[in-house]
């Protein structure tokens, strides 16, 4: 059974902290995803990854960063959290073809105030 | 750039009743289509892809490429069918972008 985990269910956070969310996944797969859950907006991907070391922006990555630095674990950086970031984050990995399916986290429901 | 249209946020029939969702995409090459349901307070996951061009709980979804539409269909919609629904696509980039999703409610 393919896992998904993240470090967190739930955080809060202060304005201005640095934060860190954590995803690991155990199926070996090349490619991994951070995404945002906000509702009426649906997903938004803000960074993945298709590689060790290797990042791509995604379609929001203004205030985020990533690192990948082994093949199962994927960090989301909020550099200097603000209230516009709360929101449900998603992480997500799947194998190295497009046509393969994604497998998701559980989510971190992140409150910064 | 991708970009995933689903222009319903809301839908509501009745159970047995037949449901569409809808889904447009663009794409400069040949995408990969996917739908992805998630139930209340469970996490996301895959119902069909159009590779696979199979039935899923009763799902079926037909890739047309001169429309550039991906519609998830059922003929007869149940209660259990209630969740929200998420058409995405996967370029040849890897990168995998998601609609705003849509929020079906099945009434008895």
Redesign the interface.
Known sequence: DVKVTQSSRYLVKRTGEKVFLECVQDMDHE?M?W?RQDP??????IY?S?DVKMK?K??IPEGYSVSREKKERFSLILESASTNQTSMY?C?S?S?H??T??F????TRLTVV | AQRVT?PE?LLSVFKGAPVELKCNYSYSGSP?L?W?IQYSRQ????LL?H?SRESIKGFTADLNKGETSFHLKKPFAQEEDSAMY?C?L????????????TTVTVRA
């Not at chain 1, 009426?40 to 991907?45: A, K, Q, S, V």
């Not at chain 2, 996490?43 to 895959?46: D, P």
Request: aromatic residues 20%; neutral net charge; without cysteine.
């Open positions: 490619n995803f995404y009426g907006l649906g997903l938004r991907l993945f298709y791509e995604g379609d998603l997500a799947s190295g497009p046509n399916e994604a998701f986290g559980q989510g | 689903q946020k990969e996917f992805y996490r996301l996951q895959l892809r590779i998420y995405a996967s370029g040849n980039d890897y990168k995998l972008s998601f609609g705003a999703g």
